[in-house]
């Protein structure tokens, strides 16, 4: 048999839910992207050059020596008990009153957000989003099947009205919402938070509504001038499920993130979270557990604070002085990411290329929605690279959107002919 045909008997094999498994368009270039030559605004990993790695190469070696029995050995399946009280400590800064035992440990919040699609999500449900969201959670909630409903946001997040709207139509037609998904503070991508007030109105509506609310906020304690805001879970714990993350306020390798849900999803959660990963990691868990006790932690997310604020004023003040003055774009008061809207009718998606040959990245705006919408829009993160990296980053990209709207000028809205588009930097080749 040859090699192709024996790969299209396993396609013929594989699960209806591994229809939406496929790799995105944009993967590719990507790889092009991570080269050193190419000011990566595409990527949102957290920057870990504020992180004393001699502390952490101490506090590792202290678990090992120490316990090493224990950090070595299979856990619980919700997690170690002394971590999760750490944990009822933190969500305390943003008002949250909860006992060891609500919380669930997870491998990164993405795990959690697997699970919670995985108990609640059959084939056909609508999971209500907002509009653009968190494109690792709209894969997962496609992979089970689920269809997105998308809400629309401004500059203080979800719009409570669209939220009722989006729940009237879609009930009219039939549809079964399971939940509503948000992130609530320094969003990924649009970069804007839920005003307080909205807050409110947004647990109303969930509760008049019957519909449970996801609030997912691995960004919350990273807000440059502010006090951490108070959780939706906090004022509502019967029908919040909140999901954190250790991924940036400590380091994403090590995997560790939770969830904080009623006492009847917490039961499912574990035995979902069993059948998939038996436990997490005990060493992982251990080594933030210990880094959390003996550390200064909330002096060292102040300078991550400081670290991602230095690099969006880079960003914003750069935005200002070579955007075009059609663009828009969010000003962020902290986490990672400016959503930027360039004028109708410019095609992110068919633009990257030619950014990527004038040595600059982002993420077109469409792969953030379920529906194609976004056309027009990009992400744009400041998280990782140097200030300076960033401003040259962000002046590369204004001369291409320059260049892009003349092309529209001098053609229309039909396709610009490929004789047409500025010359490449590169040769094609050594982009894809
Ligand atoms: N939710 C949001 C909104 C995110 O931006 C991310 C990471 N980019 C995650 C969840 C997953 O984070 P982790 O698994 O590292 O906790």
Redesign the pocket.
């Known amino acids: 048999m040859s090699t192709g045909s024996r790969l299209d008997s396993f396609v013929a094999r594989y699960a209806e839910r591994t229809k939406s498994m496929t790799a995105s368009e944009i993967r590719g270039l990507f790889a092009v992207a991570s080269r050193p030559e190419v000011v990566s605004l595409a990527g ?1 990993m957290p920057n870990l050059t504020a992180l004393p790695m001699d502390v952490v190469s101490q506090i590792v070696a202290d678990v090992i020596n120490e316990n090493g029995q224990v950090a070595l050995q299979y856990g619980s399946g919700q997690g170690d008990p002394v971590l999760r009280e750490q944990i009822t400590e933190i969500m305390k800064l943003e008002g949250i009153d909860s006992h060891p035992d609500d919380v669930v440990v997870t ?5 959690a ?1 697997d699970l919670v699609a995985r108990i609640f999500l059959d084939p056909g449900d609508v999971v209500l989003a907002e509009a653009p969201s ?1 494109v ?2 709209l894969g997962t909630f496609q992979q089970y099947q689920a269809r997105i409903v998308h809400v629309e946001m401004d500059d203080d997040g979800l719009i409570p009205e669209r939220l009722r709207e989006a729940i009237a139509h879609t009930r009219a037609q039939g549809g079964k919402i399971k939940f509503l998904y948000t ?1 609530p503070n320094f ?2 991508p649009a970069g804007v938070s839920l005003s307080l007030e909205r807050r409110q109105e947004v647990l109303r509506i969930a509760r008049d509504a019957d519909i449970l609310i996801i609030e ?1 906020n ?2 919350g304690l990273l807000g440059f001038n502010s006090e951490p805001t108070r959780a939706m879970r906090a004022d509502d714990p019967d029908n919040v499920v909140y ?1 954190g ?3 940036k306020t400590f380091a ?1 390798g090590l ?1 560790v ?1 939770w969830a904080a849900a009623p006492h009847a999803v917490r039961e499912k959660l574990v035995l979902a979270s069993e059948s998939s990963i038996l436990c997490p990691s005990n060493f992982a868990q251990m080594a933030i557990s210990r880094y959390f006790a003996t550390q200064p932690w909330q002096d060292q997310i102040k300078s991550f604070q400081g670290l991602y604020q230095e690099r969006r004023d880079a960003m914003l003040e750069t935005l200002e002085q070579h955007f075009p003055a059609t663009a828009t774009w969010t000003k962020p008061g902290g986490g990672f990411y400016v959503w930027v809207t360039l004028p109708e009718g410019i095609d992110t998606k068919a633009m990257l290329p030619r950014a990527i040959t004038s040595r600059v990245a982002y993420v077109p705006g469409t792969a953030f929605f379920a529906d194609g919408f976004g056309s027009w829009s990009m992400r744009l993160s400041y998280c990782y690279p140097s200030p300076e990296r960033i401003r040259e980053g962000v002046r590369r990209l204004a001369g291409v959107i320059e260049e892009e709207m003349e092309l529209r000028a001098t053609f229309g809205s039909a396709a610009i002919p490929l004789s047409e588009r500025p010359q490449r930097i590169l040769p094609p080749s050594e982009l894809i």
Do not use: E, V
């Open positions: 949102g491998t990164g919040s993405q795990q957000l968190y690792g959670a992130i969003h990924n997912d691995p960004y999901l993350s250790f991924s994403p995997r993130g």
